[in-house]
T-cell receptor
Framework: DTGVSQDPRHKITKRGQNVTFRCDPISEHNRLYWYRQTLGQGPEFLTYFQNEAQLEKSRLLSDRFSAERPKGSFSTLEIQRTEQGDSAMYLC????????????FGPGTRLTVT | EDQVTQSPEALRLQEGESSSLNCSYTVSGLRGLFWYRQDPGKGPEFLFTLYSAGEEKEKERLKATLTKKESFLHITAPKPEDSATYLCAVQAGGYSSASKIIFGSGTRLSIRP
């Protein structure tokens, strides 16, 4: 078990471009979460999957954001037409529901929109 | 409105100087309270889950406690490697309600040698 992995670790993009991030959860974990974190703040919930089903989306998740988890394994988060306000750390976490609510986080993807 | 508040925002201690971090919460239907450690540029690392008032958990120099309104993270005889941001989070509402996982802003802990 190598933990949650995220790719890329850093992404610099120009305003208006589309970006896609990938998250590979811990293999037996059926729940997967995406968060956004800005400097000096705690993570903010964006969306959540149980297996391949996207069960909840935050109001923070505008129409420019979309997430998928095909086959209930890895997940992707896409941001279309990026804006400078999208600059943040995007964190992925996974959990195994019968063991409780604790989540295990990946290292994050740092997005900078110029 | 569900809310999680951590205090202080920052804490500087001398090595060996014990102290406590506070996490106060107002949520409807607490399902669990979590403590995480986050090092700069990294994702949060899970430390503890507390489910009910009176519960305590310990790990090395850290001890977490829970009441009906707040949680404390006690740090005993800290070392410089304990320097990090400590995040508190609560799971409120229904079991399947992931949107009810709310994080505080964290306490930045710095331990001087």
């Amino acid at each position: 078990d190598t933990g949650v992995s995220q790719d890329p670790r850093h992404k610099i993009t120009k305003r208006g471009q589309n970006v896609t991030f990938r998250c590979d959860p811990i293999s037996e974990h059926n729940r997967l979460y995406w968060y956004r974190q800005t400097l000096g703040q705690g993570p903010e919930f964006l969306t959540y999957f149980q297996n391949e089903a996207q069960l909840e989306k935050s109001r923070l998740l505008s129409d420019r954001f979309s997430a998928e988890r095909p086959k209930g394994s890895f997940s992707t988060l896409e941001i279309q037409r990026t804006e400078q306000g999208d600059s943040a750390m995007y964190l992925c976490a996974s959990s195994f529901s019968p063991r409780g609510y604790e989540q295990y986080f990946g290292p994050g993807t740092r997005l900078t929109v110029t | 409105e569900d809310q999680v508040t951590q205090s202080p925002e920052a804490l500087r201690l001398q090595e060996g100087e014990s102290s406590s971090l506070n996490c106060s919460y107002t949520v409807s239907g607490l399902r669990g309270l979590f403590w995480y450690r986050q090092d700069p540029g990294k994702g949060p690392e899970f430390l503890f889950t507390l489910y009910s008032a009176g519960e305590e958990k310990e790990k090395e120099r850290l001890k977490a406690t829970l009441t009906k309104k707040e949680s404390f993270l006690h740090i005993t005889a800290p070392k410089p490697e304990d320097s990090a941001t400590y995040l508190c989070a609560v799971q409120a509402g229904g079991y399947s309600s992931a949107s009810k996982i709310i994080f505080g802003s964290g306490t930045r802990l710095s331990i001087r040698p």
